[in-house]
């Protein structure tokens, strides 16, 4: 039996292959290459149970599905993630979470597979309730600057729920909190990779606001043994998990421990808060705790120490 993962050479849908890959299970990768990339799979690409499929989920579902075989989960993580990706790939956004989606259940559907959509905290918005819960309805702005991501995970998600209740699939949602590690791009314009890129470069730190917002940063491995706990346990059926770490920090602080780290004075640049940006981010993980057995485990330095020792070579020359 065999797993899909759809953004499977971007930065967390490669390493989602590659821990699947390391359970011993046969994975098929579908990727268009708009914001992966494929030496994101170099390490994997040539073992015998991974196979790469070039293909828009949004539009050649057929190709798709003529590809596969002896599928038993399949999991949507395509989509441009970053604001810097959904603002230039703003209808794609759309596309890949609406006509993806359904793309990718109704393969679940044809093969009696389990399905797992890819969502987010920003389904959230710049929320009321703190930490956030999978409970909370979120605040949205659903014509803003950040809605064609937003509305878009909030669209795949009523999608997801409507396939469990109209033809009973088995679906699962995960909504990922800021996630950081190799194979990020340094140009996909975060915060991880920008404030790293600034310190190994030399440059100042570009904060927007004061730098008193909060984030919750999971490094990526965490995450994807989240996701892998979710995606194969009996008992998620139907679920919604937040997976992200509590470990809540201000930007200011995290620009402080990145430029430690790598050595760099701190040294910053001031500018508008963007419009809608969140000022508190943090996840309520207890239901994944219960549900998963599952917590980080990596620190945040251990974390950075990690990525910044992958970025170091590219510092000034940011990935493509």
Known sequence: MSVVVTGAAGFVGSHLCERFLAAGET????????????????????????????????????????????????????????PVDYARRSLETLDVNSLGTRTCLDLARAHGASFLYASTSECYGDPLMHPQTEEYWGNVNPVGPRACYDEAKRFGEALTTTYRRVH?????????????????????????????????????????????????????????EGIFRLARSDRAAGEIVNLGNPDERSIREFAEVVCRLA??????????????????????????????????????????????????????????
């Open 27 to 82: 994975v098929y990768g579908v990727d268009n290459y708009i914001t992966g990339n494929r030496r994101n799979v170099a390490s994997f690409e040539n073992d015998a149970r991974f196979t790469l499929i070039e293909a828009d989920v949004s539009t050649e579902r057929d190709a798709i599905a003529r590809a596969v075989r002896d599928v038993r989960i399949v999991l949507h993580f395509a989509s441009p993630a970053s």
């Open 263 to 320: 050595g760099a004075p701190l040294e910053i640049v001031s500018k508008p808060l963007p419009p809608d940006d969140p000022t508190r981010r943090c996840p309520d993980i207890a239901k994944a705790r219960r549900l998963l057995g599952w917590e980080p485990k990596i620190g945040l330095e251990e974390g950075l120490r990690r990525t910044i020792e992958y970025f170091a070579p590219f510092a000034g020359a940011p990935r493509s």
């Open 168 to 224: 009973g699939l088995d679906v699962r949602i995960v909504r990922i909190f800021n996630t950081y590690g190799p194979r990020m791009r340094l140009d996909d314009g975060r915060v991880v990779p920008n404030f790293i890129k600034q310190a190994l470069s030399g440059e100042p730190i570009t904060m927007y606001g004061d730098g008193s917002q909060t984030r919750s940063f999971c490094y990526v491995q965490d995450l994807c």
